[in-house]
């Protein structure tokens, strides 16, 4: 039976700490990134680890669903050009509200209707933010929340990692 309750503990230090890694077989396999990064790993074990491919990999821990730790409220990533026309879009439509999290202010002029939150520009501050955040416009209605996409940089991994699993399909 599913539960729908979120544990508060207050503010976290990293926001995205789980990594999660598979020792269970004779080569280690790095299954989800968290503030321990692929390469600290590596650095540690004095070897190359493989990367779990997400298709066709049987779930062995909750992080690994194509949904986890997603708002109720659809939630979309977009690069920063289709979130841009997707805003343009917005200004023609009477939409209904839509929170926007975006890396850097789009424009002032946006309707009143819609929220935007422009979310840190270095990873460790965003990961520290993103639950946080995404439960805040969770909590306040709004129809849709649109996230911009994040570098595809290593520092970037595990938050890309979360974004891409609160924006999962629902069943």
Known sequence: ER????LEGGRCDVGVESTILDMSEESP????????T??????VLGEKISMSSPAGTTVRTSGMHALHYAPTTETVMLTRDRLLDYVDGLEVKAEAPIAL???????SSLSALHCQIAMPQDAPTYARLLYQTMRELDRRGFK????????????????????TKACGVRS
């Open 101 to 107: 999290m975006t890396r850097s202010l789009l424009r």
């Open 29 to 36: 396999t790095f299954l989800r990134p968290g503030a321990i």
């Open 38 to 43: 692929k390469s600290m790993i590596e650095s």
């Open 3 to 6: 539960v729908n309750l979120i």
């Open 144 to 163: 849709k929340i649109v996230i911009e996409a994040v570098p595809e940089e290593m520092a970037w991994d595990a938050i890309r990692d979360r974004l």
